[in-house]
């Protein structure tokens, strides 16, 4: 009630109409956070799950992967603003799965034909297997 009290105060004059659920939504999100800040280790695993609910479930029910380690793939790019809808929508380069991280989604860690990695990690749906003798590769 104090914050609704202090944007009162600040408008200068009140609503003539006014729906509430009586700050109850706004106090449990609010308080939600803020028992968080005793966070120790010997709670921790409580408040993980307090935040990450549906994280468990459904790391749980994941499908397996995909792809596999070792598989060719290419790489979703992103069009130029005038491009032809008909143009590729696929990297030229072929890559191959270095390793499938156990995350929620699956991501997926690349290499180029010269074994150098590819930075960072990819869904997936950016991600399209090609057969190893592709003839579209530079």
Known sequence: ???FQSIVDKAGYAPK???TDEGKEF???FKKYLDTVDVNSENEDIVFANLYKGYAEAKKNQKPPKF?????VKISRQKLIFEKEASNTWSKESFK???ILDTYPWTYKLVDKNGN???GGFYQEQLQKVHEDSIYDD
């Open 68 to 72: 596999a380690t070792g598989n060719i």
């Open 1 to 3: 009630m104090e914050a």
């Open 117 to 119: 990695e590819i930075p």
């Open 17 to 19: 109409l006014l729906h």
């Open 27 to 29: 106090a449990g999100s």
């Open 97 to 99: 799965i270095l390793k």
